[in-house]
């Protein structure tokens, strides 16, 4: 068997390889703007950069494996897979103007790629300070039953739902299946923890699928989610193939989304404190005392001592120095 070749994908000044199928070397042709060069110091490797400077290495990998990929059989339900960039999946997307009208727009787009169902949530903190997944701020869903938002928000399966714990340790698109014999991430994970949301999707016959972990900036948190309601092998395969499209899908839907997003659903509503509270523990952070901090809000010492107790009680902090690391974790700093 050959072995595989390195991918260089170039990007500013980083350097990143990965292994690649030795059928992928040798391509020609390659749609603007994205070019590929061979690397004059390695047989067999590529040099692929981007004039869009808004195009991150791990979507460009995605992109990549897209552009390369060879055309693969036609799905059970007569859908062709698609090959489409980054570009054209922005134009389809941009066209909705609300994010239900692209999370619509989003399931038409996975339809094609062989999806029955897609997901989308949003956390501006995914877990708490002690490491528990927290409801995120928006869960959006398509054509799933009509229970999972209440479950999922309300009754604690978002807590122990393992597709999400995997996703939320990692940075690369995955398969899941929850069918004991398939070989994926999940049967070395599932626990009795899990068993009420591995029961559900048995019922909802939704065991199949593929998750886009997406990690932003400050801490934000967002997957997309791809449901499968066939469980055969065959679907299975289908997923796998579908992977690299479906995360081009994922962060094309994350940029013209994340935009329309209110400020309610930028914040993170696990811990809850008031204006004051918030001001005194920013000028705590600042390394200013209660008398510093009085001054400062022309209020007395023990007005502000007041709500820096209120808001150490609200984070379980022991001490001021953990009300402000904790008030920083869960974004209740931000300007």
């Not at 791990?58 to 036609?74: D, E, K, N, Q």
């Not at 698609?82 to 570009?87: G, P, Y």
């Not at 062989?114 to 903190?125: M, N, R």
């Not at 499968?228 to 081009?248: H, I, K, T, V």
Request: proline share 6%; with cysteine.
């Amino acid at each position: 068997m050959d072995h595989p070749s390195t991918l260089i994908v170039l990007r500013s000044s980083a350097l990143l390889a990965y292994p690649i199928a030795p059928h992928l070397c040798g391509r020609r042709s390659w749609p603007q703007p994205y070019r590929a060069a061979p690397w004059q110091t390695a047989s067999n490797s590529y040099r692929f950069y981007t004039t869009d400077s808004r195009l991150d290495a791990g979507v460009a990998l995605s992109l990549l494996i897209a552009i390369l990929r060879p055309p693969h059989r036609l799905n059970d339900k007569g859908g062709q897979a698609m090959h489409i960039r980054l570009s054209d999946f922005n134009s389809r997307l941009q066209s909705a103007s609300t994010v239900d009208q692209q999370m619509d727009c989003a399931l038409l787009l996975a339809s094609d790629l062989g999806f029955d169902a897609v997901i989308y949530d949003y956390s501006p903190v995914p877990v708490s300070h002690d490491g528990a997944l927290i409801t995120p701020s928006l869960l959006s869903l398509r054509n799933t039953p009509a229970d999972w938002h209440a479950l999922w928000c309300s009754q604690g399966y978002y807590q122990i739902d393992p597709v999400q714990h995997l996703a939320v340790a990692s940075v690369s698109p995955f398969v899941w299946s929850y069918q004991p014999k398939a070989e994926t991430v999940l049967q070395t994970f599932i626990t009795d923890m899990h068993k009420p949301v591995v029961r559900y999707l048995h019922d909802s016959h939704m065991t199949c699928g593929v998750t886009v972990p997406i990690h932003m900036p400050k801490g934000g948190f967002a997957t997309l989610t791809g449901l499968c309601s066939d469980s055969s092998d065959a679907a299975l395969e289908d997923a796998r193939q579908s992977l690299a499209e479906f995360g081009l899908l994922a962060h094309a839907f994350q940029e013209v989304a994340y935009p329309l997003f209110d400020q309610k659903m930028r914040s993170c509503n696990a811990i809850k404190l008031t204006r004051r509270e918030r001001e005194c523990l920013s000028w705590s952070a600042e390394g200013l005392t209660a008398r510093e901090i009085a001054d400062q809000l022309n209020r007395s010492v023990a007005t502000v001592t007041l709500h820096l107790n209120s808001a150490m009680q609200k984070l379980g902090a022991k001490n001021r120095v953990q009300a402000v690391v904790r008030a920083v974790h869960y974004r209740l700093l931000d300007h």
